[in-house]
């Protein structure tokens, strides 16, 4: 009985024979593979941006070749509207939002990444926002396993089921949370970053992150690139804090502020005054009218708070947080890009018979005329704020500036340095990272840690007055934050 044609192929090519049969079947495959690569050639050309494209850009070998290809599609943009240069006060920052539901400080609650905020407490009921990183939200009410809370301006409903008042919050006294390691770029935000880029757009690699820019400044590039690449060491030495994993992310650099702003806007930020913004592993930034010291202390800002959530975590109280994030930003940078665990990020400008002081020199001076003036608020109250405390007033750049301070009077002694980082040790390792934990470690009561960091502040502001501490050559002015007659 003669054989099924499968057989006798599958027959002929165990012998050898049939290579003719073997032969048609080349050209089909080969027509099937082309068809494959161009099908995924057009997909791609369609959807630069998507998720697929911007994770395939981290594989090694391939990754290169996805980002010029991405980069030769990328839809076309809208014209710059004109640039308005104006100055920036930096000591002058005011905070506009909608004021919360509530007289006095609320209770807090906080969620992890993901939780959505829904209009009423019902699972069926619309979302009005979801959460991409851990929260800390304003507790109004609560109905079972339902909360009414408030966040950025908006009321809405959480379900927390199981959620027990007596088990302290995440994030909060007496269990920090631990060190995470360093998250990839999260695609949905960084579309809505580099859509808002001009048409040219410049990509580098620093230091292990993905770097996008429409500035065309080499000068200032090459400062931050410098800086950059010498950050994570230094951070390490001077906080005495291990960093989880290796340095990865994306960093997008606008030319103009307002590109800046609008992301705030899309991301419900809008009316939160900033030059920079760090979440979901993307740090964004802006150049706009401003020296190159500024936008060097905040990048340094931006990637210290990256830099935090490997070292600590990631819902730190806010002192701590924008503390260290200032702090580190405020220190000087010399012309070589390397940080110095001494000096000033800002400048002391003498012109004719007027002295200028930009940057940390002149929030040193603001904070000491607010201590003097009384409406500066006691360490205690400081370390003790929340968020919506903390940013959520019209002083906001009081609270960053004192707790940056409050950081280097600790680094600037001996005693005081081994105490704060054996603090910081602790806290990384999962102990109490609330103000009595360190007022133990410093073994002094709050009066007598709040006198001596109130004399500080006054002989730093002088010394900066006198020009005694290193700081950034002067040049020409663009940007007033203080004048001293």
């Known amino acids: 009985m003669a054989r099924p044609p499968v057989t006798r192929y599958l027959t002929g090519m165990a012998c050898g024979s049939y ?10 495959v080969l027509v099937c593979v082309v068809l494959a690569i161009l099908g995924g050639v057009a997909w791609i050309s369609h959807h630069p941006h998507s998720a697929p494209v911007r994770w395939g850009e981290w594989l090694p070998g391939i990754g290169p070749y996805l980002t010029e290809f991405r980069r030769a599609n990328l839809p076309p943009r809208a014209p710059k509207e004109p640039e308005v240069s104006e100055p920036l ?6 905070i506009t939002r909608a004021g919360p539901p509530w007289k006095g400080v609320p209770e807090f609650l906080w969620v992890l990444e993901g939780t959505q905020i829904l209009e009423s407490p019902s699972s069926r009921a619309a979302p009005i926002r979801r959460l991409d990183a851990i929260t800390n939200l304003a507790r109004l009410e609560r109905r079972g396993d339902w909360f009414r809370v408030w966040y950025v301006g908006q009321e809405g409903w959480v379900h927390m089921p199981g959620y027990r008042d007596d088990v302290p919050p995440l994030g909060s006294d007496p269990d920090p949370v631990l060190p995470l390691p360093p998250r990839d770029p999260d695609p949905d935000r960084l579309h809505k970053a580099l859509a808002l880029l001009s048409e040219d757009v410049q990509e580098f690699r620093w230091a292990g992150y993905r770097v996008y820019t ?59 005054p900033a030059t920079g ?15 190159d010291h500024e936008v060097v202390s905040t990048l340094v800002h931006e990637i210290a708070h990256l830099m935090n959530r490997r070292s600590l975590g990631p819902a ?6 924008e503390g260290l994030s200032d702090e580190i930003a405020n220190l000087y ?36 005329r607010a201590v003097h003036g009384g409406y500066a608020p006691s360490l205690t109250d400081l370390l003790s704020y929340d968020w919506e405390q903390f940013v959520v007033s019209p002083r906001s750049r009081l609270h960053y500036d004192l ?10 002694d001996p005693a005081r340095a081994r105490a704060f980082r054996t603090f910081l040790l602790g806290s990384s390792r999962g102990e109490p990272i609330n103000p009595e934990a360190l007022r133990l470690r410093l073994d002094r ?41």
């Open 214 to 272: 429409d500035s065309w400044d080499a000068d200032l590039l090459d400062k931050l690139a410098r800086v950059l690449r010498g950050l994570e060491p230094f951070y390490r030495d001077r906080y005495g804090l291990d960093l989880m994993g290796n340095a990865r992310g994306a960093i997008v650099v606008y030319q103009r502020q307002q590109d800046l702003e609008e992301l705030q806007r899309l991301e419900g930020l809008a009316g939160l």
């Open 445 to 485: 009561p709050w009066p007598e840690i709040e006198r001596d960091f109130q004399e500080w502040l006054v002989v730093k502001a002088g010394q900066t007055a006198f020009g005694t501490e290193p700081m950034p050559a002067t040049s020409t002015l663009r940007t007033v934050s203080e004048v001293a007659g």
């Open 403 to 412: 707790s940056a301070f409050f950081i280097r009077f600790l680094l600037e």
């Open 277 to 291: 913004h760090a979440s979901r592993g993307v740090a964004a930034l802006t150049v706009g009218p401003r020296p």
């Open 89 to 94: 006060h930096l000591t002058e920052v005011q």
């Open 316 to 321: 730190l109280p806010p002192w701590l947080d």
């Open 19 to 28: 290579t003719g049969s073997v032969n048609r079947y080349v050209p089909f």
């Open 333 to 368: 940078v010399a012309l070589d890009g390397t940080l110095s665990h001494g000096g000033w990020s800002g400048r002391r400008v003498e012109e004719n018979d007027r002295i200028t002081y930009e940057g940390a020199p002149a929030s040193l001076r603001a904070s000491v």
